[in-house]
């Protein structure tokens, strides 16, 4: 087979121990911060009905949802009715339709868990990524959503990524704003999907967008990029929504959001950002987006989705969430944080076949005590050889046990950071690891 053969699909990745390790303690600083606001962890299939994701995200993001084909007899079809999870929100639209009776009020749940996307890869764009995200539903007030910002906000600070702010904004702004300049009702998704480039494309390239894909007159597609684009863009949006009562209520809910973290997100990590469209069809209310230097898009979002539940439940559910992107997080991080970490606490030589078996019985016990022990598995039985392996391994201290040793009923214990030795009876040597 060809050496690419054996490369992970495009768009995914292996993960070897270094990589791994520093997922695993991201991962724990992730769950103790979401623990500690009082959400709960929640783990749902990897794949879903169909009809559960589809008309979920809109047109474009229903077009990244990667479907599963029917087995059996109906292969041959070649239709789908089962798909790959796209996020983690429309699943827990789904729990809490089914069991919302069994839940709390409100439910604060997070979930770490991966998600896949038929996108094309690029840098930081992944085909099946992780995604950690904390939802709270059941309430429709803004502390809620203050909440879930607080808790991404520790979160990105414990995880050590650098310079990152919060962008917020309405969807009620935006849909005041399209109504200021008289985009009609059936067109307002489409144009927001555009305007949601502006961070991509130059607002030259989102105008002709607007103009020859979306219908949107000349004028008005030029005064609303000019109005979003300019150095003073939060002044002209506020000023052109006086207005719009929609867009009046959109302003409120940011600025209540803003005057809420005040005492708890430094001003400078935080901004009212009119031109943050965020692309999903479920939002209903604040949205916000996190970026950070020399990462392309987003490395965490979220926002309010008041109506994603109801749909399925056929109640009213208001809800609101986040999520980080721990993949687009992971590079951010300094490279004293992506160190693996070492595989062992002690090392256990076996400097001859007749020894194995007190070797293995000193292994277990000193397990028993807590400490992460290993085996030399090697068929070398030179002590320099498996001191190598030793210090490979990382291990804080390392067992020697030979003839001698075995002679005398004794084992030494060498600190591999300092050299120090010293000698314990074979049967309390675990009682040296246990203080």
């Known amino acids: 087979m060809a050496k690419d053969s054996f490369l992970p699909p495009s768009g ?8 791994s390790d520093a997922r695993e303690r991201a991962f724990a600083t992730v769950r103790e911060v979401f623990g500690r606001y009082g959400f709960q962890p929640l783990q749902t299939p990897a794949f879903e009905r169909l009809e559960v994701l589809t008309g979920k995200y809109g047109d474009e993001g229903d077009k990244l949802v990667f479907k599963i084909l029917r087995r059996g007899e109906h292969e041959a079809g070649g239709e789908a009715d089962l798909a790959l999870r796209y996020d983690h929100t429309v699943p827990l639209a789904r729990v809490v339709a089914a069991y919302g009776s069994q839940l709390p009020v409100p439910y604060k749940r997070y979930a770490l868990a991966p998600v896949w996307r038929a996108d094309r890869p690029g840098r930081g764009r992944f085909r099946e990524f992780v995604q950690c995200d904390l ?12 909440e879930v910002v607080s808790a991404l906000h520790e979160a ?7 310079e990152f702010r919060f962008l917020v904004n309405s969807r009620k702004t935006l849909a005041g704003l399209l109504e200021v300049y008289g985009v009609p009702a059936d067109q307002g998704g489409g144009v927001l999907i555009t305007l949601d480039k502006l961070d991509k494309l130059s607002p ?3 105008v002709r967008e607007l103009v020859a894909d979306r219908g949107v007159p000349g004028t008005t597609a030029h005064g609303l990029v000019d109005d979003l684009t300019a150095p003073d863009a939060t002044d002209r949006i506020r000023k052109e929504l006086k207005g719009s009562a929609t867009g009046q209520e959109g302003l409120a809910e940011v600025d209540r959001l803003l005057s809420l973290l005040s ?14 469209v965020r692309g999903l069809d479920y939002y209903t209310g604040v949205i916000y987006e996190v970026t950070a230097p020399g990462m392309p898009g987003s490395i965490a979002s979220g926002g309010r989705y008041d109506g994603l539940i109801g749909r399925m439940s056929g109640s009213d559910t208001p809800a609101c969430g986040g999520s980080l992107g721990i993949e687009r997080i992971l590079p951010l991080l300094s490279s004293a944080a992506q160190q693996p970490a070492p595989a062992l606490d002690v090392a ?8 194995a078996d007190d070797a293995f019985r000193m292994a277990a016990a000193i397990r028993r005590t807590g400490q992460r022990t290993g085996v030399y598995l090697g068929s070398s039985g030179k002590l320099a050889r498996q001191m190598k392996w030793a210090a490979d391994q990382g291990a804080r201290f390392c067992l020697i046990y030979g003839e001698r040793e075995r002679e005398a009923g004794e084992v030494i214990v060498r600190d591999m950071a300092s050299g120090e030795q010293t000698t314990h009876p074979v049967d309390q040597v675990a009682e040296h690891f246990a203080r």
């Open 135 to 146: 939802d709270v539903v059941g309430t429709a007030s803004p502390l809620a959503d203050a």
């Open 263 to 276: 005492g708890t997100v430094p001003p400078e990590r935080i901004v009212f950002a009119p031109s943050l």
């Open 156 to 162: 990105l600070e414990r995880l050590g990524v650098p």
């Open 348 to 355: 256990v030589t076996v400097l001859g076949e007749a020894l």
């Open 12 to 19: 995914t990745r292996d993960f070897l121990a270094v990589e």
């Open 204 to 206: 030259d390239e989102v």
